[in-house]
C-alpha cells in the first residue's frame, strides 16, 4: 500500500536464476499426482478461526481474533484454558478489529476503529473483567475519543500510571496532532500540547514524562527534539532522504534508542543510542556487514533495555544481545514442530516468564505455542487457518537478477506445485509502498495463484526498503521508469530462462503495485496478457496534490522521492509518469478495483481510467466497494475480488479456478460491479454533493 510511515491510526505499522535452480525448484514442489486440488477461496480469504494472539502483562489471560457473529472481533481466555472456554469482549457488527493492545495492569483492551475504510480512527477500551451489559453477551467498550472525520494517534500506555494513555488527535489542525492525556477508566481526555511546531511523533521516558518529540522540518528533514521547561531543544537531525526514528528510553533516563543511517555516510538503518544532552549518538546493533537495514528492536517489557534486533535479508534473522533471551530463542528453534520453520515471538509478558511465539514459514501461515521460560516447555496453542492444506501450498525461492541498467534486484519466485517449471503462465506482483517490501513467508497472494497453476515473482525494485538508503534513493523520482524497468526485467528474465510462456503473462498489485500494473500495461503493453489494478493512482499529480492532510510529516518526503508538482520539471515528469495520460496505449485486458472511501488514492483516480477506456472503446471491468478504503478488510469483499480476478485470469491465461461461488460472495460481486457508462453520472452526483452547502 502507498507509503504510510506517520505514526498514526492503527495501535502504532543466489545471484543467478538459471535452468538447474528451475528444476531443483520444480523438485521441491513436485507431487507425484501433478498438481494439487484446488484450494477453496474461502480457505485463503475467509476470517480465519483464530489469529491474532497476545499475552497480558500479568500472564493471567491470552487474547485472541476470532469471528462473533461473522465479524472479526477480540475474544479473551486465561492463559491455561481451553480456547473453546473463551469468550468474546467486543461485539463491533460493522467491521473486523484488525489490531488491539494491552494495557500495563491488564486490565484493559484498546483498539481503534474507522468508519468504513476512511481512515478517521476512534480509540476504545474494553474492561477486561467488566459485566456484560444487559441483554449483551459482552462488557461495554467505551469510546475514548468519539470524534468524526478525526484520527488518533497512540504514542505511550504509561507504566507507572496504567489508567493513562498518551494520544494524539488532529481535530484541531488535521495536519498535526495535539497531545493528550486520557483516563482509560474514565475516558477523562486533557490537552497538554497544542501543536503549532510540526511535531509528528511524542516522546516519554518510563516514568511517563514528555521528554522528546521529532519534528518534521519544512523541507522534509527530521529533527528530534529536546522537551525542556522552556521549550524546544534540537538534539540530531536526519534529511528528507535519511531515518531516524525514536524507539524506546533507555532505563538510565538519559540516554534514548533511536533507528538511524543518518550522517557519517551510513548506508544501511542501525539502532543507535543517543545521549538526550549531548546529541551524540553511538551505534549499538546494525545487521552483519551492515548491508542490509535493522527492520526492528527488541525492547525487554521487565527493564526496557534492547534486548536484541531483527533484520530481513533473504528471510528474517535475530541478533540478540541478552544471551539468556538468546538461549530461549534457541531453545523455541531447536523445538519447532516442523523443518523449515521461522520463528516470531509474539510478545511476552512483563517478567519475562511467558511468551508467545508463532512458527510459520512460506507454507505455514502459523502455529503459535506458549512458552514457560521456568520450565522450558511450549505449549500448543492453535494454527492460523488450520484447514488449509499445507502440503498442497507452494515453497517460494529468493532469486536475483538484473536490471536495465546491470542493478541487480532481489526478488521471490513460488513456482505452482506439481507442475514442470517450463512455458508456465506468470503473474507478476509488485508490492506496494513503494517504500516497503516483499518478504520470505506465507502470503495468502502468491498461494492462491500458485494453487491456480501460476508462477509468482515479486520484486524488490529500488525504491524497496530494507536494502540500504542507496537503494532507497535509485528509485527517487523513478516511477514507471528505472522502478518499472527492475520490474519489466524480471519478467523477461524468467521468458529467457524458458520459465514463463512470454504470451500468459499477468500484471496485479495493490496501491503503488496496482500503479505498477497500470504502469506496465501502458509502458510495455507488449509484455502484459491481463493487468488487475488495485487501489492504485492513475496520475501522479492528482496524487501527490491530494495526499490525506495527516500526512503532513511525510509530504515534503513523498514529493521529493516521487516528483514536484510546483515546479515545470516536477510537473513535465510526473504527468510523462502518469498511465492516465497514454490510455491509447493501453490493449491489455484489465480489471480495476476500488474502495470508494479511500483516503489515499481516491476514487477519482480509478474513476478517471475507466472513463477514459470506455471513452476510447476499450473494454474494462471496474469494481468498487462502498464500504471499503486503502485495501479491502471485510471477508465477503475479499472473497468476492478474488472470485472476479480468478474467473478473469482464468479467461485471459488459461489458468485453473474455482467455479463455484457462494450465495453471499455472488451477491457481493454484484454490488461491486460498475458499469462504465453510468460514471459520467456517479461524476455529476459527486459534484452536486461537493456543491451543497
Not at 528451475?22 to 513436485?30: D, K, T, W
Not at 502459523?366 to 488450520?386: M, N
Not at 525461492?397 to 541487480?408: F, G, K, N, T, V
Not at 490525506?548 to 515546479?567: K, L, N, Q
Request: hydrophobic share 40%.
Amino acid at each position: 500500500m502507498l507509503a504510510r510511515t506517520v505514526r498514526r491510526c492503527i495501535l502504532r505499522g543466489l545471484i543467478l536464476l538459471l535452468v538447474p535452480l528451475a528444476a531443483a525448484l520444480g523438485a521441491a514442489n513436485s507431487t507425484a499426482d501433478g498438481p494439487p486440488a484446488l484450494i477453496d477461496r474461502q480457505l485463503f480469504f475467509g476470517d480465519p478461526e483464530i489469529s491474532g494472539a497476545g499475552i497480558s502483562p500479568d500472564g493471567r489471560f491470552i487474547s485472541f481474533l476470532r469471528p462473533y457473529h461473522g465479524v472479526r472481533n477480540i475474544w479473551v481466555k486465561l492463559r491455561d484454558a481451553a480456547f473453546d472456554r473463551a469468550r468474546p469482549v467486543t461485539a463491533d457488527a460493522s467491521r473486523p478489529i484488525g489490531q488491539y493492545l494491552w494495557s500495563q495492569d491488564s486490565r484493559f483492551l484498546l483498539y481503534t476503529q474507522d468508519q468504513g475504510g476512511d481512515e478517521n480512527f476512534n480509540l476504545y477500551a474494553v474492561e477486561v473483567t467488566a459485566a456484560p451489559e444487559p441483554g449483551n453477551e459482552v462488557p461495554p467498550a467505551r469510546n475514548l475519543t468519539n470524534l468524526r472525520g478525526v484520527t488518533t494517534a497512540l504514542y505511550f500506555v504509561a507504566r507507572n500510571n496504567p489508567d493513562i494513555v498518551y494520544i494524539g488527535l488532529n481535530d484541531r489542525d488535521r495536519a498535526w496532532d495535539d497531545l493528550y492525556e486520557v483516563h482509560l477508566s474514565t475516558g477523562q481526555k486533557t490537552l497538554l500540547k497544542k501543536n503549532d511546531e510540526r511535531i509528528s511523533f511524542w516522546m516519554f521516558d518510563l516514568g511517563g514524562n514528555l521528554r522528546l518529540a521529532q519534528r518534521a522540518a519544512p523541507n522534509g528533514d527530521t529533527q528530534i527534539l529536546r522537551v525542556d521547561p522552556d521549550g524546544y531543544k534540537q538534539i540530531y537531525q536526519c534529511t528528507v532522504f535519511e531515518t531516524c526514528n525514536l524507539l524506546a528510553f533507555d532505563p538510565d533516563g538519559r540516554h534514548v534508542y533511536l533507528m538511524t543511517n543518518a550522517g557519517r555516510g551510513t548506508n544501511a538503518i542501525h539502532i543507535g543510542l543517543l545521549d538526550t544532552m549531548t546529541g551524540q549518538e553511538r551505534p549499538v546493533v546494525s545487521a552483519p556487514g551492515g548491508r542490509v537495514d535493522i527492520a526492528s528492536a527488541v525492547v525487554s517489557a521487565q527493564t526496557q533495555q534492547l534486548v536484541g534486533a531483527m533484520y530481513f535479508d533473504e528471510m528474517r534473522h535475530y541478533i540478540w544481545l541478552d544471551k539468556s533471551l538468546e538461549a530461549d530463542y534457541r531453545f523455541v528453534r531447536q523445538h519447532t514442530p516442523a523443518a523449515g520453520l521461522d520463528v516470531l515471538p509474539l510478545g511476552g509478558t512483563r517478567d519475562h516468564r511467558w511468551w508467545l511465539v508463532t512458527f510459520s514459514s512460506d507454507t505455514e501461515p502459523g502455529a503459535t505455542y506458549l512458552l514457560d521460560r521456568q520450565t522450558r516447555t511450549l505449549a500448543f496453542q492453535f494454527s492460523v487457518r488450520q484447514a488449509l492444506p499445507r502440503p498442497s501450498l507452494a515453497r517460494m525461492q529468493p532469486i536475483r537478477y538484473r536490471s536495465s541498467d546491470a542493478l541487480e534486484i532481489p526478488a521471490y519466485l513460488t513456482l505452482p506445485v506439481g507442475v514442470e517449471p517450463r512455458g508456465l503462465p506468470l503473474v507478476v506482483m509488485p508490492h506496494g509502498g513503494p517504500w516497503s517490501r516483499d518478504v520470505w513467508g506465507y502470503n495468502p497472494w502468491t498461494q492462491f495463484f500458485a494453487n491456480r497453476g501460476l508462477a509468482v515473482l515479486q520484486p524488490n525494485f529500488r525504491g524497496s526498503t530494507g536494502y540500504g538508503k542507496r537503494y532507497v534513493d535509485a528509485g527517487n523520482r523513478q516511477w514507471g521508469e528505472k522502478m518499472q524497468d527492475d520490474i519489466t526485467a524480471g519478467v523477461r528474465d524468467l521468458i529467457a530462462k524458458g520459465i514463463v510462456d512470454p504470451h500468459r503473462v499477468a500484471i496485479f498489485g495493490g496501491s503503488y503495485g496496482g500503479y505498477a500494473a497500470l504502469a506496465g500495461v501502458t509502458f510495455t503493453p507488449e509484455l502484459y496478457r491481463a493487468a488487475v489494478d488495485f487501489v492504485g493512482p492513475t496520475s501522479l499529480i492528482t496524487l501527490v496534490t491530494s495526499l490525506p492532510p495527516y500526512w503532513a510529516p511525510i509530504h515534503r518526503m513523498f514529493v521529493e522521492r516521487t516528483g514536484d508538482p510546483a515546479t515545470p520539471e516536477g510537473r513535465a515528469q510526473l504527468a510523462r509518469q502518469s498511465p492516465l495520460n497514454f490510455v491509447q496505449r493501453i490493449h491489455t485486458p484489465m480489471i480495476v478495483i476500488q474502495g470508494a472511501n479511500d483516503p489515499r488514492v481516491k476514487r477519482e483516480e480509478s474513476d478517471s481510467i475507466v472513463r477514459a477506456l470506455y471513452e476510447r472503446g476499450f473494454p474494462v471491468e471496474y469494481l468498487v466497494a462502498d464500504n471499503e478504503g486503502h485495501g479491502f478488510v471485510t471477508p465477503v469483499s475479499q472473497q468476492a475480488m478474488w472470485a472476479e480476478i480468478e474467473r478473469f485470469f482464468a479467461a485471459q491465461l488459461g489458468t485453473r479456478f474455482q467455479a463455484t461461488v457462494p450465495p453471499q460472495v455472488a451477491e457481493r460481486i454484484a454490488t461491486l460491479k460498475v458499469e462504465p457508462a453510468h460514471l459520467n453520472a456517479v461524476e455529476s452526483q459527486r459534484g452536486q454533493a461537493k456543491s451543497t452547502p
